[in-house]
């Protein structure tokens, strides 16, 4: 843990220069320094890892939303490293990333977008936590076709992931069948059909619902 403190400290420090043409590069290799960590054993101390990881949320906030490729590029790989090194303990880092990290999939860059919505279904995929469908919701409401999308492939996801008897009861089911309710209607036909796909995998998951 003494290490551990001992090698944050110095990305800390990086970490609140503001972005310039001066700093971006160390930024950058800060944000690999922190990959490194999450590689490396960090997330054998879960609690103390996620608090350290919260302390920086703003700077690395910035880094996900830069316009620089290389500095967005590097914050997902991050937030990649940690989905799949802490797994179910990513937990207390859902609330505050993934409204942003949602965000990336409907940037005006096809590059950036195709990263974010790759980074999001890597961070379900790997943690399985069925909290994160509360933040999809939001977006599949959003005015951008290219949101609502990535969200209804990121519900996909969640049901394919997630534990099923954690989706077919209490706050959960509600939100997956809103969900459904929003997509089937959407003007866009790839969102339809992606909630196609949603309402099978639920059907499969929950059968006594469907005639409800």
Known sequence: MQ?????????????????????????????ARLKSLSD???AEFPSEFTLLIRGVARPLINCLNSERSKLSGVSLELFASLSQSLQSSFAPLIPVFMPTLLSQCMRSNKVFSARGKACVIE?????????IITYVLNS???????????AAEAALACLNACDPEE????VRQGEIETIIKATIQDANGDIRKTSRKIFEAYTILNPDRIDT
Not at 13 to 25: C, F, Q, V
Not at 140 to 150: E, H, Y
């Open 40 to 42: 490396n054993g960090a």
């Open 140 to 150: 599949v409401k959003d005015k951008s076709p290219i949101m609502r999308l990535a």
């Open 3 to 31: 290490d551990l403190n001992y090698h944050f400290a110095t990305v800390e420090e990086h970490l609140a220069l503001p972005e310039s043409e001066e700093t971006w590069d160390k930024l950058a290799l800060s944000l």
């Open 167 to 170: 989706l077919v009861k209490g």
């Open 123 to 131: 961070i379900i995929g790997s943690t399985r936590l069925p909290g």
